[in-house]
C-alpha cells in the first residue's frame, strides 16, 4: 500500500532563510508525487510534481523538489521565504496509470517570522 | 474559466440530519474524489468515483453516500450514521492522476 510521512509537523523559518520540507513515501512502482499548499480554509493547489525524467523538478511560488529513488524521499526546497509562503503543505504520491487516488501526508504547518 | 465549486462554504447540521455538500466541475474531468480534512490528519479519502454511474468506497466511507449520475457533477451526503461529521470536504477532479488534481475550495461542516 502507498504511504507518505512528513515528519515535520510544524516549522518556523525567518523570512529571506531558506527552507526544506522533508516527504518520504512508501511505493512499490515509480510514484507519481507532488507537492500542494493549502491557505487556512481554502483548498489545495499544486506547487509541482515528478513523473519521471530529471529528478530535480521546479514549481511556481520558487519551489523546487528533488527526487530521491534510494532515500524514498521528495523533499521540497526553496532558496528564500517569503511572509506569503506561511501557509500548509502537503506531500502526496500516486499511481502512475489512471485515474487513482492520491494518497496524501498529515501534512506540514510553516510559520514565517520577520 | 474551468474549476470546481463547492457548496456551501459553511454549513451546519444539528445531530441526527443528513446534509448534503455540492461538487461541480467544469473542467471535463473523468474522475472526482471527496476527501475529508481534520487537523493534525492530513486528508483522509471518503469516496472517489473514476467514471458516471460509479463509485468506490475509500479509507473512510462509513457513514457517508455519494452518486455519480453526471460528468460534472459528485454531491457527498453526510448521513445520520456519521458519529463525528464536523470537519472540513474537499472535492477535487482529476483527467488523469497523473496530473495532479484540481481541488474545491472546500465546505465547513459544523454539527450543532
Known amino acids: 500500500a502507498q504511504s507518505v510521512t512528513q515528519p515535520d509537523i510544524h516549522i518556523t523559518v525567518s523570512e529571506g532563510a531558506s527552507l526544506e520540507l522533508r516527504c518520504n513515501y512508501s511505493?512499490?512502482?515509480?510514484?507519481?508525487l507532488f507537492w500542494y499548499v493549502q491557505s487556512p480554509g481554502q483548498g489545495l493547489q499544486l506547487l509541482l510534481k515528478?513523473?519521471?525524467?530529471?529528478?530535480l523538478v521546479q514549481g511556481i511560488k520558487g519551489f523546487e523538489a528533488e527526487f530521491k529513488r534510494s532515500q524514498s524521499s521528495f523533499n521540497l526546497r526553496k532558496p528564500s521565504v517569503h511572509w506569503s509562503d506561511a501557509a500548509e503543505y502537503f506531500c502526496?504520491?500516486?499511481?502512475?496509470?489512471?485515474?487513482?487516488?492520491?494518497?496524501f501526508g498529515k501534512g506540514t504547518r510553516l510559520s514565517v517570522i520577520a | 474559466d474551468g474549476g470546481i465549486t463547492q457548496s456551501p462554504k459553511y454549513l451546519f447540521r444539528k445531530e441526527g440530519q443528513n446534509v448534503t455538500l455540492s461538487c461541480e466541475q467544469n473542467?471535463?474531468?473523468?474522475?472526482m474524489y471527496w476527501y475529508r480534512q481534520d487537523p493534525g490528519q492530513g486528508l483522509r479519502l471518503i469516496y472517489y468515483?473514476?467514471?458516471?454511474?460509479?463509485?468506490q468506497k475509500g479509507d473512510i466511507a462509513e457513514g457517508y453516500s455519494v452518486s455519480r449520475e453526471k460528468k460534472e457533477s459528485f454531491p457527498l451526503t453526510v448521513t445520520s450514521a456519521q458519529k463525528n461529521p464536523t470537519a472540513f470536504y474537499l472535492c477535487?477532479?482529476?483527467?488523469?492522476?497523473?496530473?495532479?488534481?484540481?481541488f474545491g475550495s472546500g465546505t465547513r461542516l459544523t454539527v450543532v
Open positions: 477535487a477532479s482529476s483527467n488523469p492522476t497523473g496530473y495532479g488534481y484540481t
Open positions: 511505493y512499490g512502482a515509480t510514484p507519481y
Open positions: 515528478y513523473f519521471s525524467g530529471d529528478t
Open positions: 502526496a504520491v500516486g499511481r502512475n496509470s489512471g485515474n487513482t487516488p492520491l494518497v
Open positions: 473542467l471535463n474531468h473523468d474522475a
Open positions: 468515483s473514476q467514471i458516471v454511474n460509479d463509485f
